[in-house]
């Protein structure tokens, strides 16, 4: 059952992730990106992280592409860019990548993934919740998540002093 | 007594510090009472040590003190360490005697000239050096000395600095001595390995039981201290620097290049004549040496025009003579003659020196004649000097001079004392020629010059040397038995101990599978023929007397004899330029060697030492130019890079 | 019951995507969406191992990774902005002046 959300899920999340890349307008490429970002948050869901899928959703797709969205807006960018050709040199790349890829894919059934590790045991009922994941920010990563929320606020501070327009 | 002796070379060591220090500032008179105080001081001393030598015992007359420890390192060990014996004790007094009277002139001779102070300054650290060198115990010491004579002789060769032919001069001297010098100190350091010590006492002690009679070890060790006795002293190969070194003051030729230093070669022989002894094939070159450049410069004296000159070319033939002594075995002669050298030969070039002085530096005797009249104590004490130089009886020289010849006929060969009479009968002509152009006939004197007798100052030195050259041959009157003063005193130096030798070298030379033929060397000292003696005495007082006709005949009588018998003749114009020895050793050694360190300066240095260097920096400067390209600005290029090395770390990690 | 490494093959090949829109686009936003899939990819891949480690630690290092890219994306395109004022291009091939 649980096939039949997944493999279909995994090919948009791919298929927009292409299409991230490929297309030529800015505009297009972000709406494939939150398309992709849906996606992965469907996933999220179906591996029983249903905070992380919300997050996803609200601060990914939510937040941040709007902020993309804003910035080409602003920027009045269009696809000036020449498209994506078939270059020598982007030949390479492209190849070079996917060695990694099947590098990478053979690395992880080397290590029998398909074994014990694959195997669930029962999760209880409470796994990945607000509570049970909240529980652990508050004790056991509270630094982390307060040194988190001074990035943000330097980030925030950095972002209006770099992009404020100068007063003559 | 014995215990003053560490401040007989301090005197001097003081009073060239004061000169050369405050020398500006003491003014000019308190400078010469200065420089002349400290060598009269050490004379003083000198004569107090030499009679608490003479209340020793004869065969005791040995007395060291010791200084300080030098050098200590390892096996290596040197002390800073007097040694008084009698041959010291004769080196010491007429260093100090001769070259009190030389300071004494020199007060009156340079009384006109700018840097005053610098002149004595270096007077006296001449004479703290040449004492070092005859009263040091080891041979690093008298090295030291030796040095520093040549490094003094520099400084005055080329005192008036200004003069691009006294630098020229003092440059030559200094380098030719260099040469030999090298080759004394390749003696000195193959002394010390074979005895393992460079102490006199000790290595003459052991050289007996270390060194076979005439092996090669001890052919080695005396061939190269002679070679670099004949640097110091001015022989064939290495003399051609004396005859240019009269660039200096008159007083500087007179005390360092007839009295002291230029004897220097001499002491060294006679120091280790036991190891000479042991050496017949050097024994040889040194008589033949010595006999070949007293005659050789003799020729070359007959020609000259420059009184120092004439003078220059009289002490290399001389210290032949000494040398020529040496060689026969005739130590005690050599260092007679050595005595009685110091006193005429000064005694010569001071009054050389006045007759410069009174005419205003003019040296050239062709524009000289008639002096007598202006010069007369200056002319009488010259002339007793000459009378001297050329061996006429009853004058020091004769005694000296006819020892010498004696012992080389007797204890050398024919051959020997042909040059050296030959040698004398050139010695007794050139002098006398020198004093008829100069002190007789008529004046050549230019109208401009006023030629006066010189101060009391500079001829009060000059009388008492003629007075020793007159009488000091009262040291060594022969065939009387036991009169031989000086033979008696040095007897404890130069005696050797034949048995020793003889069983030591035989039983190491049969060691080595040679059979041994020393037993002739047992035999003793022969007694030689009173008879032959005398006669050979009157030969030689015929031999100068035959000179010296033959000099009135040529300058007096019939003036246009020499001119006529030499116009044209291509000898007389070879002999007249030196034999052109200089310009021989200018292309075959001089040349070559600049030549070649003007190739290793251009090629070796500039190219290959400055390339290389040069090279490292420009490979690093290669290398970074390579390694900026990395730095392209590219976003692009980094991320790539980034992912490279992640793919890179990959695969190293699993 | 889909194995994990049916999760880990697609965060790979996210995560490569990722990388090749950054090493062949010009555009410099399209840059960024790229670097925004490689995060997703990670993310993708540290909840995978979480559900079946049965842990919660790799949610919460989500959770950083999440307000990371948050505060990178607003610098970054903040720095744009003012880059872009300078010279009005998106070319990154002609942001090179820090060279040698």
């Not at chain 1, 790349?93 to 195997?119: H, N, P, R, T």
């Not at chain 2, 004949?230 to 009269?246: E, F, H, R, V």
């Not at chain 2, 050139?426 to 030629?451: C, K, N, Q």
Request: net charge negative; charged share 10%.
């Amino acid at each position: 059952m649980e096939q039949f959300i997944f493999y279909p899920l995994s090919l948009v999340c791919i298929i927009f992730a292409v299409g991230v890349i490929i297309n030529t307008s800015p505009i297009s490429s972000a709406v494939s990106l939150i398309g992709m970002m849906l996606g992965l948050a469907g996933l999220f869901v179906l591996l029983n992280a249903h905070l992380m899928a919300i997050l996803q959703v609200l601060v990914y797709a939510g937040a941040i592409m709007v902020l993309f969205m804003f910035v080409i807006m602003l920027l009045n960018l269009k696809g000036d860019d020449e498209d994506w050709k078939m270059r020598g040199k982007n030949v390479l790349l492209a190849s070079l990548s996917g060695v990694f890829v099947l590098v990478v894919l053979f690395m992880i059934f080397g290590y029998g993934f398909d074994s014990e590790i694959g195997k669930t045991a029962a999760l209880p009922d409470t796994f990945g919740t607000t509570a049970a994941v909240g529980q652990l920010l508050f004790t056991d990563f509270v630094l982390p998540f307060e040194v988190a929320s001074i990035l943000l606020l330097v980030a925030m501070v950095g972002a209006v002093v770099l992009a404020k327009t100068k007063l003559n | 007594m014995l215990s003053l002796t560490w401040l007989v070379p301090t005197f001097p060591l003081i009073g060239s510090i004061i000169n050369g220090f405050w020398g500006l500032k003491i003014g000019k008179d308190n400078v010469g009472k200065v420089a002349c105080g400290s060598v009269l001081l050490s004379f003083i001393c000198t004569v107090l040590i030499l009679f608490g030598l003479i209340g020793l015992p004869a065969d005791e007359r040995i007395y060291e003190q010791v200084m300080f420890d030098w050098i200590v390192a390892g096996d290596f060990a040197v002390q800073w360490a007097y040694q008084v014996d009698p041959l010291s004790m004769v080196m010491m007094l007429v260093i100090t005697g001769v070259g009190f009277l030389i300071h004494v002139f020199s007060i009156g001779y340079m009384k006109e000239e700018y840097s005053y102070y610098r002149y004595f300054a270096y007077l006296n650290l001449f004479m703290f050096a040449m004492l070092i060198l005859v009263m040091g115990s080891n041979f690093l010491l008298m090295f030291i000395g030796w040095e520093g004579v040549g490094c003094c002789s520099y400084f005055l060769i080329g005192y008036y600095f200004d003069k691009q032919s006294a630098c020229d001069a003092a440059t030559k001297a200094f380098i030719v001595n260099r040469v030999g010098d090298f080759a004394f100190l390749l003696a000195v350091m193959f002394i010390f390995y074979i005895f393992g010590t460079i102490d006199y006492t000790e290595v003459f002690a052991a050289a007996p039981h270390k060194l076979v009679y005439g092996g090669e070890t001890v052919i080695i060790i005396t061939g190269f201290l002679f070679l670099g006795a004949t640097g110091k002293s001015a022989q064939i190969p290495l003399y051609t620097w004396l005859p240019d070194a009269m660039e200096g003051p008159t007083p500087v030729s007179a005390l360092i290049h007839a009295a002291t230093m230029v004897t220097a070669g001499v002491y060294l022989v006679v120091r280790c004549n036991i190891l000479f002894m042991m050496a017949p094939m050097t024994m040889m070159a040194v008589a033949f040496i010595g006999g070949g450049t007293a005659l050789f410069a003799a020729t070359i004296g007959m020609t000259q025009w420059d009184i120092k000159r004439v003078l220059a070319y009289s002490t290399v033939s001389q210290i032949g003579y000494m040398f020529l002594g040496c060689g026969v075995g005739a130590f005690t002669a050599a260092i007679f003659h050595l005595i009685t050298h110091a006193f005429f030969k000064a005694c010569l070039f001071l009054g050389s020196g006045s007759v410069i002085h009174g005419m205003h530096h003019e040296q050239d005797i062709r524009k000289m004649g008639g002096l007598k009249k202006h010069f007369p104590k200056t002319y009488i004490t010259f002339l007793v000097s000459t009378l001297a130089i050329a061996g006429i009886f009853p004058l020091s020289g004769f005694f000296s001079k006819d020892e010498i010849l004696f012992h080389s006929l007797m204890d050398g060969n024919i051959f020997l004392w042909g040059m050296g009479i030959t040698g004398a009968l050139l010695t007794a002509f050139y002098m006398f020629r020198l004093v008829f152009i100069t002190f007789h006939g008529e004046s050549r004197v230019d109208p401009h010059v006023h030629p006066h007798e010189s101060p009391d100052v500079m001829t009060r030195p000059l009388m008492i040397l003629a007075t020793l050259a007159a009488f000091g041959g009262l040291l060594g009157i022969p065939l009387i038995h036991g009169w031989h003063v000086l033979h008696n005193w040095l007897e404890p130096v130069l005696h050797i101990d034949w048995q020793t030798i003889v069983v030591n070298s035989s039983r190491m030379l049969e060691e080595h599978g040679h059979p041994a033929h020393l037993s002739h060397l047992l035999h003793g000292e022969e007694h030689h023929d009173a008879g032959t003696e005398i006669a050979l005495m009157v030969l030689s007082v015929g031999v100068a007397l035959t000179g010296i006709i033959g000099a009135y005949l040529c300058y007096i009588k019939y003036p246009d004899l020499p001119e006529k018998m030499t116009d044209g003749q291509w000898g007389y114009e070879i002999v007249k330029n030196k034999y052109m020895v200089d310009e021989i050793y200018d292309e075959s050694i001089v040349q070559p060697v600049v030549k070649g360190s003007r190739l290793l300066w251009k090629e070796a240095d500039a190219k290959a030492i400055d390339g290389s260097v040069n090279g490292v920096a420009q490979i690093i400067g290669w290398c970074s130019k390579q390694a900026k390209q990395f730095q392209s600005g590219y976003v692009r290029n980094y991320a790539l890079a980034m992912i490279i090395g992640f793919a890179i770390l990959l695969l190293v990690a699993f | 019951m889909v194995p994990l490494s049916h999760y880990l093959i697609v965060s790979a090949i996210l995560f490569f995507i990722g990388v090749l829109g950054v090493l062949l686009r010009r555009n410099v936003i399209v840059v960024f969406m790229s670097i925004e899939i490689m995060l997703n990819a990670v993310n993708l891949s540290l909840i995978g191992f979480d559900r079946f480690l049965n842990q919660h630690d790799g949610q919460v290092f989500s959770f950083m990774v999440m307000a990371v890219a948050a505060a990178e994306v607003s610098v970054g395109l903040a720095i744009i902005i003012s880059i872009f004022r300078k010279k009005p291009t998106i070319n990154l091939d002609e942001f090179n002046i820090m060279k040698w």
